[in-house]
């Protein structure tokens, strides 16, 4: 990349390919001023901006490689920009404000209009974001998310929580371009990257940003490589998580562990039982929720100390569920109070927040001490200590931005999407800390720049219990193409769906269909949702336990690939399940394809996604030749094609080049 002198202003290109220009005619950097309202209501956040200075900087100064931007020529200096280069770093774009009233950031990089954009942390409904804006704020991703739709339109009526397109437990202001380059913007306020412009992309920040950082490369895989090595890569899974499937009981000791062994007599191989309920129950309208003080419910799990010996003992370790919050009917709630452990309000109260009929405190972690009593405390001697082998490690989305005051000083806007990270950071390090990074993982929903670093294992969040276009079984493969990216090697789901409102309900085929999907994944894990008395189970009928047995036997097959996979992971920072463009970089048809994905670099997974169907459409990259896994029939790519596609055979083709034709050619013969 070079900056370059240019009549009335200057400009920036990669490999001849212009990035910015900027000129007293078309500035491309504004500054200003905005007053936000922002409301929360369950995570669920209503924001609105009045704008009132958008100033054009059309005057640009160049002194070596420092920008002053200015209105005009003989105008006070606004902000100043110095250009370098780092590391594997093209440019790094440095900003620093001359005004302090200024809270308002747009710059315009340049487009060309059949330009294609990826990433933007975790999208579920585009993955090309061409045509669109999006917001970038950590929040619920909303029940429905389509305003068409009766189930969003309800969800918005009764919950103010239906949401939209762009909702997301994970934002991250970073893109990929199909003109070979990323950026990525170092802010934590809100932001909104809007694609819309056939000239230019504008992207707004809500603060002067610290820095903008561009990458180029070759080929997306290399820009992937730079961006993992930026944000940090994560560990590999444990061993014990590819033994089978994690599944997902709740109801006590009886009925999980009795349901667990059932399971395991019809055949299923089970890696791990994950109990979310292991601290108790609380009952609401919600459905059943769990009752948030972070410790072994002797109650509810009476022998649980003993059975999680002897289930190891059998190779099957147990899995738990936490998250950032104290319930303030808890026993934990006093201790962390009185130790000056929560953020606070503006009384210097416990700064409380309503999370659906209860009400909790948010463990501050910008007070080093409240996350190690957090690590030491809740962690360490209530999990670990337990010989818990993982858990779900929830939310991170919820910090509201008003009436809340936090140890570092620092307001809670700007630390609203950082705290996904900060939450990451806690369960990582406790974990490091005892020596079992190795042998304990845990999965999240919510993130932010700098969680892969943490994070180990992704998951996808709450989907309806539905093939819905913007809330269902489909929006987890493009939760993981987009994350991927980001440098987000592992995702997974929960299998079946989580969210079932407004007599939305799961059914065996729903269930089965995602079951499928799951085996071409890094981990299989199911969930009861949260009416799992309403809702339908993998173990209600005998032939979806042995659906899922099969699956889950396939899943175990392809070990040995998914663990060659998880060293490029190491390596490369390649994420397991991968756009088709990445691999296919010349076939403009792959571009946006997002209901498809390479699972790694050798096979081809199209999951059916809708209700009622047999057959289905898939799309085969050009210049290779495609071997069906059930039919065994070899295809030229470059095309789309129909196949049949029973409940049991999902479209699943590999390379006929393959090194690992003779272990995918097996996959049929699987029970």
Not at 416 to 435: D, R
Not at 599 to 623: I, N
């Amino acid at each position: 990349m070079k900056i370059s002198l240019i009549n009335n202003g200057f400009e920036i290109t990669q490999n001849e390919k212009q990035l910015l220009v900027h000129t007293t005619e078309n500035p491309a950097i504004f500054v200003g001023v905005g007053q936000e309202k922002m409301e929360i209501y369950r995570g669920n956040f209503d924001i609105h901006d009045y704008i009132e200075e958008r100033i054009p900087l059309r005057f640009a100064k160049i002194t070596d490689n420092i920008v002053e931007f200015s209105c005009g020529k003989d105008s006070p200096v606004q902000i100043t920009m110095k250009i370098t280069h780092q590391n594997n770093l093209d440019a790094l774009l440095s900003f620093e404000s001359q005004n302090q009233h200024l809270n308002r950031f747009w710059i315009r990089l340049s487009a060309t209009q059949n330009e294609r954009v990826w990433g933007c942390g975790e999208q579920m409904s585009y993955l090309n974001m061409r045509g669109r804006h999006f917001p970038l704020w950590t929040s619920e991703p909303g029940v429905g998310r389509d305003k068409t739709t009766e189930i969003t339109f309800l969800s918005d009526k009764y919950n103010k929580a239906g949401g939209d397109y762009y909702h997301t437990n994970y934002p991250q202001p970073t893109f990929i371009s199909s003109n070979h380059y990323a950026c990525h913007i170092n802010t934590t306020a809100y932001a909104d990257f809007d694609f819309r412009n056939n000239d230019f992309h504008e992207l707004q920040i809500w603060e002067i940003p610290q820095s903008i950082e561009l990458y180029s490369a070759p080929t997306y895989l290399d820009i992937v490589e730079k961006l993992s090595l930026r944000f940090g890569r994560q560990p590999k899974l444990p061993e014990w998580v590819y033994n089978g499937i994690i599944l997902g009981l709740k109801g006590g000791e009886e009925n999980t562990f009795s349901r667990m062994e059932n399971a395991i007599k019809k055949g299923v191989p089970v890696a791990a039982v994950w109990s979310e309920d292991w601290v108790g129950l609380r009952i609401t309208s919600f459905g059943k929720r769990l009752f948030w003080d972070w410790k072994w419910s002797r109650k509810r799990y009476p022998n649980l100390e003993q059975k999680i010996k002897e289930l190891k003992q059998r190779n099957i370790r147990f899995m738990s569920y936490l998250n950032p919050y104290l319930c303030n009917d808890g026993e934990l709630f006093p201790i962390a109070k009185q130790k000056g452990y929560f953020a606070l309000n503006k009384d210097g109260d416990v700064a409380l927040v309503d999370f659906g009929e209860f009400y909790c405190g948010v463990v501050d972690f910008t007070n080093p001490k409240a996350c190690e009593w957090y690590k030491e405390e809740i962690i360490k001697k209530n999990c670990l200590d337990l010989d818990i082998s993982g858990w779900m490690a929830d939310f991170g989305e919820y910090l509201p931005t008003d009436n809340i005051y936090l140890a570092n000083g620092v307001e809670a806007k700007l630390m609203h999407n950082a705290w996904p990270t900060l939450w990451a950071k806690v369960n990582a390090e406790a974990i490091a800390e005892a020596g079992k990074t190795d042998d304990v993982t845990f999965f999240m929903r919510a993130g932010y720049t700098g969680v892969q670093k943490y994070c180990p294992l992704l998951w996808a969040g709450d989907q309806s219990v539905d093939f819905s276009r913007h809330d269902g079984l489909n929006t987890v493969i493009c939760a993981a193409l987009s994350s991927g990216l980001m440098g987000n090697a592992y995702h997974h789901s929960d299998i079946g769906g989580y969210t079932s409102l407004f007599n939305n309900r799961r059914s065996k085929e729903l269930f089965e269909r995602w079951a499928e999907m799951a085996a071409f994944t890094p981990v299989m894990r199911t969930h009861e949702c949260n009416r799992p008395d309403e809702n339908f189970q993998f173990d209600h009928d005998p032939s979806t336990i042995a659906h899922l047995a099969k699956m889950t036997n396939i899943y175990r097959h392809l070990v040995p690939y998914v663990k060659a996979l998880a060293d490029e992971a190491s390596e490369k920072g390649y994420p397991l399940q991968r756009p088709l463009f990445v691999h296919f970089e010349q076939d403009i048809n792959t571009y946006d394809i997002q209901d498809q994905y390479m699972y790694g670099k050798d096979l081809l997974v199209a999951p059916v996604h809708q209700q009622g169907v047999t057959e289905w459409k898939v799309y085969l990259p050009a210049d290779e030749t495609w071997i069906n896994v059930w039919s065994k029939q070899q295809v030229q790519g470059g095309q789309f094609i129909t196949v049949a596609a029973p409940i049991g055979q999902p479209p699943v083709f590999y390379r006929k080049t393959s090194k690992w034709s003779d272990l995918f050619a097996e996959i049929a013969a699987i029970k």
